[in-house]
């Protein structure tokens, strides 16, 4: 099997060329579907396109087949059910995150796609829609074979198609005040500054409001992870109303892993009705690396399918479904980017398809790598994107090079250089010379052309990084409303 896969990805662009050679002439089978009944015809197709499909490309039918487009590699058997390229997870190695013993699949198709000599990003991004589920096992030959059959999703219910032909309104946000994140990201008028805490393990606010104390006056936002690691803490939602409510503006983590489409959008539209409205869309990390690893992901969405259904709630004021809200929510939706781990050649892809999709600022992971990022910026510049989302690039740091070698040993999508971590090692204070470096790559990272701020992530390490960003030279007046009592 894996022999045939791997003989597939490199015949990639052969393989592409029997597929369109079978979408013309499949048509001139349709007098058998008339001869035969479409049934029976499909009950003979239907083993032989799983067999052949499975076999050639580890295909699991989800009645949506997009091989021609994806470089012959199927995206149904990517570990998270990515639909629109890597997660930020892949390990150094190109291999999955999830499954440590086999090659990603974005990495394959990226790898088929250049085989092909076609360039497919822009219409992978026609994957923005989450998956239909209900098409699951169903061909995909016999709409070619038999046009008259349904090609689409069978339709809504009545009550669905009901609701959602009732007359569009336009959207309540439209007059709402943009909060002043949002305004920075769109004027670009200075540096941003995001900082990045993970709620506590407590029904007692205090200790997150302690740490965010911190940053009072010198960050123009922090991000509440969502379980973050695949490990359990208050809730992203509930932990930045505790920081909107003490006057900090925050942004909320959603991550795909632990729901599915439905407490997604319910989650988010009731941070919405919270006053929560800068909102940050992930796929999420591996369940089994967290301390839940017995859990059962869900993965029911990838983050790019996210961005495309809050944005529709927010742009059309309609559930994913296609049923109207009644107040559509005011969002100002962000997305992750990772042009540090491969396959690098996708990245700038993956970017545009979040851009595409809905996304208005981009946080990358850790960087400790300035030359990968000078690439992936010239590539950002080259298509603009840096025009249509602020780039907001992470950095952080860590006590030790002995906590900077496990980070990039375990944590997967982090690259740390040796140089880096040689150079720490090599410091009478590592802890110091971490910040020291850290400091420098702030600097350095203003210069580059299209970046919009610095994320700061460290985590329970949030007196260094405030020291940071005083040192840094990158604090600025920031008057925020004093913390309720």
């Not at 990968?372 to 025009?387: T, Y």
């Amino acid at each position: 099997m894996k022999a045939l896969r791997r003989w597939s990805i490199n015949h990639a662009r052969g393989l592409s060329s029997v597929y369109r050679t079978f979408e013309r002439l499949a048509p001139h089978l349709a007098p058998l579907s008339k001869w035969l009944g479409s049934n029976t015809l499909e009950a003979i197709v239907l083993p032989v396109e799983r067999a052949a499909k499975q076999a050639f490309f580890n295909c699991q039918m989800c009645g949506q087949c997009g091989l021609s487009v994806t470089g012959m590699a199927c995206p149904t058997g990517c570990a998270k059910g990515m639909r629109n390229g890597p997660c930020g997870g892949v390990r150094a190695n190109g291999h999955c995150e999830v499954q440590p013993e086999r090659r990603c699949t974005w990495v394959d198709a990226t790898e088929g796609d250049a085989r092909m000599l076609a360039g497919h990003t822009a219409t992978w991004s026609q994957r923005a829609a989450p998956r239909d589920y209900r098409l699951s096992g169903k061909s995909t030959w016999m709409p070619i074979i038999a046009p008259m059959l349904p090609k689409g999703p069978p339709p809504l219910p009545v009550a669905a198609r009901a609701a959602s032909s009732s007359p569009a309104s336009a959207p309540a946000y439209a007059n709402e005040p943009a909060n002043r994140f949002e305004t920075l990201c769109r004027e670009r008028s200075r540096f941003i500054v995001t900082v990045e805490i993970a709620p506590p393990d407590s029904a007692d606010p205090l200790s997150l409001l302690k740490r965010a104390a911190v940053f009072r006056g010198l960050a123009d936002a922090i991000n509440i992870t969502d379980g973050a690691g695949a490990n359990c803490h208050m809730s992203s939602t509930a932990a930045s109303a505790v920081l909107l409510s003490a006057g900090y503006m925050p942004i909320s983590q959603f991550s795909c892993r632990d729901r599915n489409r439905i407490a997604l959008q319910g989650d988010v539209l009731g941070a919405a009705a919270l006053g929560i409205r800068n909102v940050l869309c992930l796929t999420g990390d591996d369940v089994s690396q967290g301390d839940h690893a017995g859990a059962k992901p869900v993965f029911d969405l990838d983050s790019v399918n996210l961005l495309h259904t809050l944005r529709g709630m927010r742009e059309r004021g309609e559930y994913a479904s296609g049923r109207k809200l009644e107040h559509a929510p005011r969002l100002f939706l962000g997305a992750s980017a990772n042009p540090f781990v491969p396959p690098f050649a996708e990245r700038i892809g993956n970017l545009q398809r979040k851009v595409d999709a809905g996304a208005q600022f981009i946080q990358t992971q850790f960087c400790f790598d300035l030359d990968l990022l000078e690439q992936f910026m010239h590539e950002v510049r080259a298509r603009e994107l840096h025009k249509r989302a602020a780039i907001i690039v992470g950095v952080g740091v860590l006590s030790t090079a002995k906590a900077l070698r496990w980070m990039a040993d375990h944590v997967p999508g982090v690259n740390v250089p040796a140089s880096v971590t040689e150079r720490i090692g090599a410091a009478s204070d590592q802890r110091l010379e971490g910040k020291r470096f850290c400091i420098e790559t702030i600097r350095r990272i203003r210069d580059i052309e299209g970046v919009a701020g610095v994320h700061l992530m460290g985590y329970k390490n949030e007196e260094v990084l405030a020291e940071i960003i005083v040192e840094s030279g990158l604090c600025a007046p920031i008057r925020e409303p004093a913390p309720v009592a």
